[in-house]
Structure formats: C-alpha cells, structure tokens
C-alpha cells in the first residue's frame, strides 16, 4: 500500500507542469551521443508518446554525428571538423543525407511509432522546413594573424524556417521527427549543425522549452560542479572565461537564442539518464542546466 501511495505522489508532483504544459510545444534535440543503447531509445520514445498523449506537442529534431562518422570511416573516408562543423563535400552530404534522413531518422520514428506514438520523419527539404545558406566559417590565420573565411564544402547556416509542415502534422496528432537537413535556395542540399536546427525551430514555433539531450549532466564549473542555472546575459562570461568550450559551445549561444526569441526555457540534460526528458520536465528540481531569464 505504501509503495502505491508513494506512486500517487509521484503523479501529483506532476500535476502543475501537466496543467501548465497542455497544448504547449516542446522541441527536443535528441543528440548523437545520447542515442546509445537499446533500453535508452526505446525509453525515450516512450517519454515522447507520454508528453504526446498528456497534451504537449513535442516535435524531436536529432542528430547522428557518430553515425555518420561510422559510415565515413566503413568507406575509409576522412572527415574533418572545423569550429565543431564537419566539413561536407558532395561525397559526404550524400553520406549525411542518407545516414540522418534515413537510418537515424526512420529508427527514430519506428521506436516511437513502435510505442503507439504517430510520428511522421522529416527532413528540411519537406515543405521547405529549413531553408539554408552556405555557412561562413571566420578563423585566425596564425602566420599572419588576419582573419579568414575557411571553406567548409556543403555546412549550412538556418536563413528561415517555415514552420507550416509542422503545425499541419501538430494539428492531426502526428509527431515529427525531424533531420538537420538544410534545402538552398536553388534546390542545393546541407548539412546543418542539429542544436542549431533545433534551436531555430524552437524560436519559429514560439515553444515553452527547448530540451538539448546530450552525453554530460549539463554545464558544468571550473570545478567540475553542475551549474544548474544560467542567466542568457551571464552566459557570454562562461564561454570568454573558458569554462564553456567545445560542443557545448554552440549548444549554450543556440539555447541563448532560443530563449531571446520568446522560448520560456531551454535545458542542456543528460540523455544517458533514463527518462530524463520527463525528469526534466515534471519533477520539482529537474536535471541539468537550465538556460533562461533569471534575473
Ligand atoms: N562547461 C562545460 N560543461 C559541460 N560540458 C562541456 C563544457 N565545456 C565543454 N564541454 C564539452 O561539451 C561536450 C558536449 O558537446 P558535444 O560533444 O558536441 O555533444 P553532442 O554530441 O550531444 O551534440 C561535453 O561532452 C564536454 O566535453
Ligand atoms: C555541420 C555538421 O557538423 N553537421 C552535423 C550534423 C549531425 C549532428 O549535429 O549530430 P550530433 O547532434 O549527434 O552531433 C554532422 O555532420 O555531424
């Protein structure tokens, strides 16, 4: 009896994020790293068909670097990163293209259709979700400390979203899951960092949250100590001051803009942790870092 009363009170905690999440859209970047094992896929379908048949409209956007880099490697093709972007010729957008819009994205939408979820996979090409240009990457030249434009082949940066596609799918009750692949104006394809995507989307749909699943706890100190919030005007000093480099680079300036087009929140969680989606979004304390207006 005990342990059902304490079941009741697992419920109830959730109570006041249910109300105050109904009909709300959270957008969800389901990150490479973080698609690992078999149990963790398939608990984060369910957490996607729970959010779904309470009432929110999650859309996922995902990634699947290490997926591609596998299939790079099986070819024996090198691949190169600049500013955390791999560099994409022609060759290599196609390997993006089929591994992100087709494997990763189809496993995606069988899991959670596999859960009695409907959801329906995407690229950007699909109604013309992500319109993009060619990216240009700016570094210092260390011989003669001028800046540089390095070409980086088929990398796109998001010039629109057009989010009609989703909202028609929303309106029927469909899930979309959604590859970080970018159209060009004259039809060209790219290849599209998948927070960046994600972020984008989230400010075109006005979502309460942006949710960033990765394969850490959240940012952390210099200490190595969760930070469990972070103000968007604080955050410039962590990334000058080094204690955010690398990938979560991108990962706190994409939630920044997020929030600074009318997102409520974004959350840099750790998807290794089962359910952590719903850890996120119906407990009282939540994990990970939590990036929004909080002065
Ligand atoms: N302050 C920080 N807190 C947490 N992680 C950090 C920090 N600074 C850099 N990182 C690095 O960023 C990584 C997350 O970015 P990335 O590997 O690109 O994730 P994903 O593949 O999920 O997109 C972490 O694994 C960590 O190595
Ligand atoms: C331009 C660029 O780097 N695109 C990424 C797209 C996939 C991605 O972002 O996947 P994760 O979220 O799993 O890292 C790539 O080619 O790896």
């Given amino acids: 009896m005990e342990e059902l009363i304490r079941k009741a009170g697992v419920l109830m905690e959730a109570l006041p994020y249910i109300k105050r999440f109904a009909n709300k859209t959270i957008v969800i970047k389901y990150g490479g790293n973080a698609m690992v094992e078999e149990h963790l896929k398939r ?5 996607i068909v729970l959010l779904k048949y309470i009432g929110l409209n999650p859309v996922v956007v995902h ?7 596998r299939v ?13 972007m791999r560099v994409t010729d022609a060759e290599t957008m196609d390997v993006v293209e089929m591994v992100l819009g087709g494997k990763v ?52 940066e998001v010039e629109q979203i057009n989010p009609d596609i989703i909202n028609a799918l929303e309106d029927s009750g469909f899930i979309p899951v959604i590859a970080p692949v970018g159209v060009g104006l004259d039809g060209e394809t790219y290849n599209i960092n998948a927070d960046l ?20 706890e959240g940012v952390k100190d ?9 103000d968007i005007n604080k955050a410039p000093d962590l ?40 850890l996120e979004m119906f407990t009282d304390k939540g994990i990970g870092t939590a990036v929004g207006r909080f002065a």
């Fill in 197 to 216: 995507v994600a972020g984008r989307i989230a400010g075109a749909l006005r979502a309460e949250k942006l949710i960033l699943l990765t394969d850490i």
């Fill in 72 to 84: 790079l490697e099986a070819m024996g093709k090198e691949t190169n990163f600049v500013q955390g």
């Fill in 222 to 230: 210099k200490s190595g100590r969760l930070i469990s919030t972070i």
């Fill in 105 to 156: 994205n189809k496993e995606i939408v069988a899991n959670i259709n596999s859960h009695d979820g409907k959801a329906v996979g995407l690229s950007g090409k699909d109604g013309r979700l992500i319109v993009a240009r060619k990216l240009e990457v700016k570094a210092l030249n260390p011989d003669t400390l001028t800046s540089e434009i390095i070409d980086v082949g088929m990398v796109g």
């Fill in 239 to 278: 990334i000058n001051d080094g204690t955010i480099s690398g990938g979560m680079i991108p990962k706190i300036n994409c939630c920044c803009d997020a929030v600074s087009e009318g997102v409520h929140k974004a959350h840099i969680i750790d998807g290794r942790v089962e359910h952590a989606c719903l």
């Fill in 43 to 47: 608990g984060f379908a369910k957490d």
């Fill in 63 to 69: 990634g699947g670097g290490p997926q591609i880099g």
